[in-house]
């Protein structure tokens, strides 16, 4: 099959999710091109059976705002074209899943069948797609995609909720890890880079957004160093990281909290970390956590959305009300302190994140949905 990806290219996990399942689908043998403004970040390598094609917006004078949705259309539809795509497969709806209607329906007035698959990932829904600038144009477009998938059923069921989806059927199609990737042992961790002897590393890795509560995460961790010698390793930048800054100042931690910004590999960083922490107001799946479970690391986050589909409270983790940051310290220290649990719950979360959530068992779970969508109508 000839697959065009359209992704945001930038940190963030549905960029993260659309590049490697673009590997691993070109690793199987098809045709991959991905249509973007900059290339993938975690698309380093060459890659045999996968191309990148990047969106030229022109940034005319009269243009206060660049119309890069335009502009990314085109390329949809010139790469779709030149390549004889059979599919376009974007990930999070605003504005990919629209770009991509365009450059169907211009495919189709010239004879062209291409189907549209519509990965949605979240905030695309949970967040910005509500925002009445955005309400009625996400509708529109995820009802007209071919296919449409969401990265949890607690992410379904806020579709099918938030845009009365009539004519939406929505596929679940978790996301997935390399198992291969995220292991531990294949890491030299430099844990004396990072903490001094004896102190355990709690880790943070996120794009720092509010939804992310990072104060939360200050605010924990300064209650996890009142009882266990620790290190809050902070990993990603983003419009909170100043407030997390000032709080860890303000509660006498700056010494204890280390803020590295973005790393690409977050693979080796967490194979150093002892816990993960995700307090999110909302995450729809939590891919991060994911990566910490197969990883072996222990997370503790929060309840009441997709995260509880990928975190089993109690065995690879525990989760508690979002705010409720006197649990989920308590958890913290628990793990922390009791190395017979800490194994226990570690070697649960490796099984559970191969067993569940692997890219051998998922990525096929994709293929034949491209094949049902593309099956259908003929
Ligand atoms: O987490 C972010 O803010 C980035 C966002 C994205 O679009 O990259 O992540 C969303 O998609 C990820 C991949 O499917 C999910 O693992 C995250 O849970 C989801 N973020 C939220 O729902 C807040």
Known sequence: MKIGITCYPTFGGSGAVATELGLQLADRGHEIHFISYAQPFRLVHFHEGLFFHEVEVNRYPLFEYPPYSLALAVSMHE???????????????????????????????????????????GTDITLIGQDPSYWSITKFSIERSDGLTAVSEYLQKVTYEAFECAKCAIRVIPNFIDPAVYQRAIYDCQRDALAAQGEKIVMHISNFR??????????IFDRIARKVPARLVLVGDGPERPLAVDLAQELGREEQVLFLGKIESVAELLACADLFLLPSEEESFGLVALEAMATGVPVVGSSGSGLREVVIDGLTGRLHPVGDVESMAESSVELLTDSDLWKRVSEAARTSAVERFSAERIVPIYESFYDEVLGEGT
Do not use: Q
């Open 210 to 219: 509010k939804v992310k509560r990072v104060e939360d995460v200050v605010r």
């Open 79 to 121: 790469v779709a074209r030149r390549h004889e795509l059979d599919l376009f497969h974007v990930h999070y709806a605003i504005p990919h899943a629209t770009t991509a209607w365009i450059a169907r329906e211009m495919l189709r007035d010239e004879g062209s069948d291409i189907k549209l698959v519509t990965t949605l990932h």
